[in-house]
């Protein structure tokens, strides 16, 4: 595999210093760029093929999870980000812009090597999915973010989804407890191909293969009983009508 291209954006000079030997030191890495604050970095941020970036989070006029979110609001697949920060009470917000880790500092170079091999195996798995180089069709599976790793998860496994206020809970066939991923249901959905799973609640998305019983306002699936609101009954009343 070709080495992640990866750049290191902190405004402490020691810290940036010690982020760089630990690029430079780690084979699957190859380091591009050194930055002393984020706007300086979103040149080659927007110009340059960059894999991985680790960023500071505190910084002068723009911080790192605002730089994450200009990357995020781009649109297109950009750089991943691994947080470096000394300062724990921003992991909630690592995870809303979908950091690959967050390194709290001061971190030595296990912990680094433990973070970018996590960013290594990311960008594996996207790279084999998007060659079709697995035993399962590519389209047969989706990854979700669950606690800074991304877990692979078969269509066929989910049962349904439950939208809270900041996760998702997904309830699978395979496992007693549903697992969590910081992401919207909405975002989920669009992950999600249309011909297998239907949303039928602002709160629900279920999988139309586990369906074992309906009626005009709910749906069952096991024991579990779900409800299906007004805004979704149309498409709901639509996949209805096949089963009459």
Request: some cysteine; proline content about 5%.
């Amino acid at each position: 595999m070709t080495p992640l291209k990866c750049i290191a954006v902190d405004d402490e000079p020691l810290a940036l210093g010690l982020v760089c030997a630990f690029i430079e030191k780690t084979p699957f890495l190859t380091l591009t760029g050194r930055y002393s604050s984020a706007v300086e970095a979103l040149n080659a941020i927007h110009t340059e093929h960059i894999d991985i970036i680790f960023l500071d989070i505190q910084m002068p006029d723009l911080t790192g999870i605002e730089l994450a979110r200009v990357i995020e609001k781009a649109g297109k697949p950009g750089p991943r980000i691994i947080f470096t920060t000394a300062f724990n009470q921003y992991a909630l917000d690592g995870f809303r812009v979908d950091a690959l880790d967050y390194l709290l500092k001061p971190f030595n170079y296990e912990e680094f090597l433990r973070a970018a091999s996590k960013a290594q195996t990311y960008v594996e798995l996207l790279q084999k999915a998007a060659s079709g180089g697995t035993q399962e069709p590519k389209d047969e599976y989706l990854f979700l973010k669950v606690e800074y790793q991304l877990v692979r998860i078969a269509y066929n496994d989910i049962l349904y989804t439950e939208g809270l206020k900041d996760y998702v809970k997904v309830h699978l066939k395979s496992e007693p407890k549903p697992i969590l991923s910081l992401t919207s249901l909405k975002a989920l959905e669009e992950k999600l191909p249309s011909s297998k799973f239907m949303r039928v609640h602002r709160s629900f998305i279920v999988n139309l293969d586990k369906i074992s019983a309906v009626t005009r306002n709910t749906i069952q699936i096991g024991t579990i009983t779900i409800p299906v609101s007004d805004q979704y009954k149309e498409g709901f009343n639509l996949f209805l009508s096949k089963w009459m």
